[in-house]
């Protein structure tokens, strides 16, 4: 079973990840991407859904335009664990 990040743990993937901001509920990070349309955030998202469905690790997200709002947390863990904070510099990585 994936473990959850402690305190000492979520402070270092935090200041590893300085685009991704903390959320409560659940307990996670979140990251909000603006492109210039569309078809630019569809692309976006459909490169990190290959990431994602490698991982076997799948974020919650929407899109509205040129807007993608991406939040991650895993579930079995609890809250933010090792998973997500892989994910998101992957996600980093795209850009």
């Not at 743990?9 to 685009?19: G, N």
């Not at 335009?65 to 892989?86: C, P």
């Amino acid at each position: 079973m994936i473990a959850k990040l402690d305190g000492e743990e979520r402070a270092l993937a935090l200041r590893q990840l300085p685009e991704w901001t903390p959320v409560q509920d659940p307990d996670g990070i979140r990251r909000l991407f603006a492109f210039r349309d569309f078809t630019a955030a569809f692309g976006f998202m459909t490169q990190v859904a290959l990431l994602a469905e490698k991982a076997d690790h799948h974020p919650e997200w929407s899109n509205v335009y040129n807007r993608v709002d991406i939040l991650l947390t895993t579930h079995d863990a609890g809250g933010l664990s090792r998973r997500d904070v892989e994910l998101a510099a992957r996600i980093d990585a795209l850009l």
